[in-house]
């Protein structure tokens, strides 16, 4: 996918090598290891947040010490487009209202345009026209 954007180098680099570190660059890894790159704290976690013997996320990595609020937030919108994860009981802090609401809210709309291309295609192709409409 072209034009991606990236938080800051280090966000870009982490997620191209963590693609290759998994030798996978399907839609699940690519919005997956995007969100994980948001933030320096994630980015030094990802241990705690991602079984790369077994190839999956790490659901407990929720609870480390390390976590903050915002933290939190990336971790369940990477979890939830891995593989619709939410913590049973917790579900209300895996909605749009909970998750967005802090500083890493524009970096998510293009973890969500990653995990799903063949939708958010059409948003690129339609959205310079509704623009035009509206001049």
Same mark, same amino acid.
């Given at each position: 996918? /072209?034009?991606? %954007?990236?938080?800051? =180098?280090?966000?870009?680099?982490?997620?191209?090598?963590? *693609?290759? =570190?998994?030798?996978? @660059? @399907?839609?699940?890894? &690519?919005?997956?290891?995007?969100?994980?790159?948001?933030?320096? /704290?994630?980015?030094?976690?990802?241990?705690?947040?991602? @079984?790369? =013997?077994?190839?999956?996320?790490?659901?407990? +990595? *929720?609870?480390?010490?390390? %976590?903050?609020?915002?933290? &939190?937030? *990336?971790?369940? *919108?990477?979890?939830?487009?891995?593989? +619709?994860?939410? #913590?049973? +009981?917790?579900? %209300?802090?895996?909605?749009?209202? #909970?998750?967005? @609401?802090?500083?890493?809210?524009?970096?998510?709309? /293009?973890?969500?345009?990653?995990?799903?291309?063949?939708?958010?295609?059409?948003?690129?192709?339609?959205?310079? &026209?509704?623009?035009? =409409?509206?001049?």
């Amino acid at each position: 996918m /072209e034009n991606i %954007q990236f938080a800051d =180098k280090e966000h870009k680099a982490f997620y191209y090598k963590m *693609l290759t =570190k998994t030798h996978n @660059d @399907d839609a699940y890894h &690519r919005a997956f290891f995007y969100a994980m790159g948001i933030c320096a /704290e994630t980015r030094r976690n990802i241990n705690s947040l991602f @079984d790369f =013997k077994n190839g999956g996320i790490n659901p407990y +990595g *929720l609870s480390a010490p390390w %976590q903050t609020g915002s933290t &939190r937030r *990336l971790c369940r *919108l990477a979890f939830n487009l891995w593989n +619709g994860f939410s #913590e049973e +009981g917790k579900e %209300q802090y895996s909605t749009p209202y #909970e998750l967005f @609401d802090c500083s890493f809210a524009p970096y998510f709309f /293009e973890a969500i345009r990653l995990r799903y291309p063949e939708y958010c295609r059409s948003i690129e192709r339609i959205a310079p &026209r509704l623009s035009d =409409k509206a001049r």
